[in-house]
């Protein structure tokens, strides 16, 4: 059975930074597409960043040059390192992984087969 355990998240203020994790279990954190996708209240879930089986990631422009997606297959976990947030970036933040590799790595959330619970990230200005 895989479980994805999403952690890290909080309060801080504008400009502060935060880094989440995201343990695997039942699942290889390298094998597949991995992405943190978040909710904001009112709002539509939407892609922040993924990172393919290759290493290869993409970003959401609203994020690019702030977060770092990364992972440490031998920990089996996924990280998104938040730096400069910004008030816009409160939101639940959720972990997805893929089973296929029938395409390639992006934000597309149906093929997304394992989800996470969700950790709260919260900016004040």
């Known amino acids: 059975q895989v479980q994805l355990v999403e952690s890290g998240g909080g309060s801080v203020q504008s400009g502060g930074s935060l880094r989440l994790s995201c343990a695997a279990s039942g699942y290889t954190a390298g094998s597949n597409c991995m992405g943190w996708f978040r909710q904001a209240p009112g709002e539509e879930r939407e892609g922040v960043a993924f990172i393919a089986k290759d290493g290869s990631t993409g970003y959401v422009d609203s994020v690019k040059g702030r977060f770092t997606i990364s992972r440490d297959n031998a920990k089996n976990t996924l990280y998104l390192q938040m730096n400069s947030l910004k008030p816009e970036d409160t939101a639940m933040y959720y972990c997805?992984?893929?089973?296929?590799?029938?395409?390639?790595?992006?934000?597309?959330?149906?093929?997304?087969?394992?989800w996470g619970q969700g950790t709260q990230v919260t900016v004040s200005s």
């Open positions: 997805a992984a893929r089973r296929s590799t029938d395409s390639s790595c992006g934000f597309t959330q149906f093929r997304f087969n394992y």
